[in-house]
């Protein structure tokens, strides 16, 4: 039997970007296996991506264009010819921009990384149209705005050397889950006598098997970020020469965290005085007297509250205080993405707008905007949306807006999909889309500083066509002749890549040929400052900050819902709700294969024993998590992996699975960060009580 093996790249939203390598067999797709030679990959995959064949040849897939026949929501198509498709999608989104273009939304985020089917002709054509602009804010800008005013840029450690610190803080990420290449990195760190810290209010897998646990409440980071730098400065662990001669603002950060002495970060945190001082102490000592590499893997967990931003610069600013950055083994990792040389501009040419530009739409406050009546600042109502790489339904904040908008009859809605998702059910065209092993791809990554090509292995099921056919298409059925729309996808992934030192040897034939190749960047990056700032040093004071009239310092802020800022709400809804990634699911992207669920296969909810037992609540009884915005029904787990005061939704499932038919973003706010305009999806009280009926 003829056996060929393709050269491929994991697509999903995930810090490690695997490079994968896909048998086929007859035309079928018989294995997928993790490339051994890719340093970061060392040919492992995650339980859900080597089982790809099963999303591939799923029974559920889309095959064909169709259109909605029932009533919104109802998720009943016919289907219909791509011609027809084509031709509605156009002359319905002309007719609205004859109007006014920005009446006219696209939506899509990172179902797929890959900067070609991300968003390239997608992008032009949407430029061209003139449709409002998409705010891309709904996963790491909080965290983004944090390192930018920080380092200058989304710029970090190499996860090539974790393996030689000594000591290792997980902040606010539970690696085993969602970057588990760099977990393999920190175990064998562990092996050669590291010691490994995680913080996380919720006691992980990870967490688990590291040293020790810090399980603060959420949204106080920035209070502990601030207490152990106020340890290091009480007893002097901190390098002063690269304090002097690589950082600004010293001398101010040292005011602002004399405010923050241990006690005091203790009872905000919700953790011993002692332990953030133990914490100060190890951490200090390591790097300061002993030169030891100290690490820190700081994600998202931790910036999904109020204070987000501020809280990332907080915990960036450690690595610089006591010098960690000089060992290649040392310093912070939140982003890798700003060592990337991509071309954005000759990709998405935004040059294609119309001037003055049209407005920007915040993708996080979906909601608010779909249902925003049109006027004032807001602009024009919206009246069509299109949707790709993404399931807003399900997974933006406040989800009772969301569906209330994406109800609209009046709303025109596309949606290209692999799948009938919760958004796809709003369609009133749903197109069927390829998947990684059909289409060509090139992809930058988050967590690592390697280029992937991906190569197709298969020919598409049914009917389905790539994200950037579907739009070069559609600029033809505009009868638009920019020689732009013509570009195939080869084309686009050599546009995307930018000759800079960093990318010398690289361009897209080489990686087509070699599959990946990694960015020219020294191992320590920042052990002589260097940092992409103006001035090239850290800044503890931001001066961009200061001119906006927002704190130059890392600040804490409590939670927009929290006992400090909200008392009322907080004696009704004591409790605080967070609703990190499930295991086996990538957001909603492989929460429909059952083969994926958790052994219950149902959504649950899980609460620490006090708390259960001062509600007389039973494990495994159905229970209401309700506040204002809503009430949802799940299993209770009672566990003391959860702190007291916290309650955790593993997330995030498909609304149509639940018996409700919602999931936790049916409680979350549409309230945004301090920097960034993120999301607060872990900033959200609730209260818990025994459903009203089982
Ligand atoms: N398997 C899997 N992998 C994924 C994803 C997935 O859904 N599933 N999602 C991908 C995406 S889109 C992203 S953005 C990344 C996310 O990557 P990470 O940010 O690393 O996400 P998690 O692994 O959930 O880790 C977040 C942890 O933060 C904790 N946490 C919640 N609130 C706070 C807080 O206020 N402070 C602190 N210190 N911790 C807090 C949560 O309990 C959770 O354990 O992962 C990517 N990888
Ligand atoms: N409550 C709560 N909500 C959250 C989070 C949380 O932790 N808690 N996390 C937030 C975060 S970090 C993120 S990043 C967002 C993620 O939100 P989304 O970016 O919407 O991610 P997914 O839910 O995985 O949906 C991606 C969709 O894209 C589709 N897709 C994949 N590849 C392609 C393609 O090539 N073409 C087309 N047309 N479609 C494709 C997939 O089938 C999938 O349905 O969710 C956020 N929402
Ligand atoms: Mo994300």
Same mark, same amino acid.
Request: charged residues 20%; glycine residues 8%.
């Given at each position: ?325 000089? #060992? ?157 729309? #013509? ?19 690289? #361009? ?112 495994? #009884? ?73």
């Amino acid at each position: 039997m003829s056996q060929t093996i393709v050269q491929a790249a994991c697509p999903h939203d995930c810090p490690d970007t695997c490079a994968m390598r896909i048998t086929v067999e007859e035309g079928k797709v018989v294995r997928v296996a993790g490339d051994p030679d890719h340093p970061p990959t060392q040919g492992a995959l995650c339980t859900k991506v080597s089982r790809y064949a099963e999303r591939l040849y799923h029974p559920d897939r889309l095959l064909y264009p169709m259109k909605r026949v029932g009533r919104k929501g109802e998720g009943r198509f016919e289907r219909i010819s791509w011609d027809e498709a084509l031709t509605t999608i156009s002359q319905r989104l002309l007719a609205i921009a004859a109007d006014n273009p920005q009446r006219i939304l696209p939506y899509s985020y990172a179902g797929t990384m890959g900067l070609v089917q991300g968003n390239s002709m997608s992008a032009r054509f949407f430029h061209k149209l003139g449709a409002s602009q998409l705010d891309r804010t709904i996963c790491a800008s909080a965290g983004a705005a944090g390192l930018k005013h920080t380092y200058g840029a989304s710029v970090g450690m190499d996860m090539s050397f974790v393996q030689e610190a000594r000591l290792i803080w997980l902040w606010g990420t539970n690696s085993i889950t969602s970057n588990l290449h760099y977990w393999t990195r920190v175990q064998e760190a562990k092996r050669r006598g590291a010691r490994v810290v995680a913080i996380d209010p919720y006691r992980t897998l990870t967490a688990d098997k590291c040293d020790e646990h810090v399980a603060l409440l959420p949204g106080t980071d920035a209070a502990l970020a601030l207490g152990i730098m106020h340890v290091l400065i009480r007893e002097d662990l901190l390098d002063h020469d690269y304090i002097r001669q690589y950082t600004e603002g010293f001398e101010a950060l040292r005011e602002r965290a004399l405010d923050y002495p241990p006690a005091r970060v203790a009872a905000l945190c919700g953790i011993p005085q002692a332990q953030v001082e133990r914490l100060a102490r190890e951490y200090g000592e390591l790097a300061v007297r002993q030169q030891q590499p100290v690490a820190i893997r700081l994600n998202y967990g931790m910036q999904r509250t109020r204070g987000g931003g501020q809280a990332t610069r907080a915990v960036a600013c450690l690595p610089s205080l006591v010098g960690a950055w000089r #060992q290649r083994a040392g310093g912070m990792l939140m982003s890798t993405s700003g060592f990337f040389p991509i071309d954005n501009a000759a990709l998405q040419r935004p040059d294609l707008m119309p001037d003055p530009q049209p407005r920007t739409i915040n993708m996080s406050t979906i909601g608010d905007a779909l249902t925003h009546p049109g006027g004032g600042d807001f602009g024009p109502r919206v009246d069509a949306v299109v949707v790709y790489n993404s399931n807003p339904v399900a997974v933006a904040p406040e989800s009772g807006k969301v569906v209330a908008g994406f109800a609209r009859e009046d709303l025109f809605t596309v949606v290209l999909e692999h799948f009938q998702t919760d958004t796809a059910d709003y369609a009133d065209i749903l197109l069927p889309a390829t998947m990684q092993m059909e289409h060509v791809d090139l992809h930058k990554s988050y967590g690592h500083s390697w280029l992937l090509a991906n190569l197709p292995a298969v020919t598409p099921p049914g009917e389905a066509r790539s994200n950037s056919d579907i739009f070069r298409q559609l600029a033809q059925y505009c009868g638009w002749q920019d020689a732009c729309f #013509q570009d195939a996808d080869d084309a686009l992934a050599a546009q995307a890549l930018q000759p800079h030192a960093w990318t010398e040897g690289i #361009q897209w034939s080489s990686l087509r040929a070699q599959g990946w190749q990694k960015l020219n960047l020294p191992d320590a990056p920042f052990a002589q400052g260097g940092f992409p700032t103006r001035s090239g040093k850290c800044q503890f004071y931001a001066e961009a900050l200061a001119a906006e009239g927002l704190d130059p310092l890392p600040g804490f802020e409590p939670p927009h819902e929290s006992p400090q800022r909200t008392p009322e709400l907080a004696a009704r809804y004591p409790l605080q709700m967070i609703s990190p990634p499930s295991r086996h699911f990538l957001n909603t992207t492989f929460a429909n294969q059952p083969g994926l669920w958790p052994k219950r296969g149902e959504p649950s909810v899980e609460m620490h024993p006090d708390d259960a037992a001062a509600r007389a609540l039973q494990h495994e #009884q159905w229970v209401e998590v309700v506040n204002d915005r809503g009430c949802l029904q799940l299993r209770l787990e009672v566990s003391e992996r959860v702190r007291p005061g916290v309650v955790v939704i593993p997330s995030i499932w498909w609304r149509k699975h639940a018996k409700d038919g919602k999931n936790a973003n049916e409680l979350t706010s549409q309230a945004l960060t301090d920097l960034g305009a993120a999301p607060t999806f872990y900033d959200c009280l609730v209260e818990v009580r025994a459903a009203a009926v089982e």
